[in-house]
């Protein structure tokens, strides 16, 4: 038996075997119990010394796997959306491998006429 097994035998063979006249027995929460008795979680290291001492199950218990689901891995992948990186394409400057660079500054009236650079 691991300990999730123990703890819950243990429990039930108590004078009140509820969750919150054991839990007040260990120093512990009734919800963290019914996760360790349910093999949801394991005890810490300090909790599992408590109930050593307490319910006379070894700490060693705890070590057993109590969960034995798989864990679950994701098999599909999501697709990236091929429009929206189209876009941020179009959206970035173009550069040009002409050699030539245009500046661009106001004129005089204020409007923007274009320069090669080196020609200014």
Known sequence: ????ELLKAWRQSQPKPSLVAVSRVL???????????SG??????ELALKIEARAGIPVEAWSEPVDAQ???????MTP????????????????????THAAVS???????????AGNA
């Open 1 to 4: 038996m691991n300990g999730a």
């Open 27 to 37: 120093d512990c929460d009734p919800s963290t119990l019914s996760l360790l008795e």
């Open 40 to 45: 949801k979680r394991k005890p810490g290291l």
């Open 70 to 76: 798989p864990p679950t891995v994701a098999t599909t």
């Open 80 to 99: 990236v959306n091929a429009a929206s990186s189209e876009s941020e394409e179009a959206d970035a400057p173009q550069s040009s491998d002409s050699g």
């Open 106 to 116: 106001p004129d005089a009236d204020g409007d923007a006429q274009a320069k090669a």
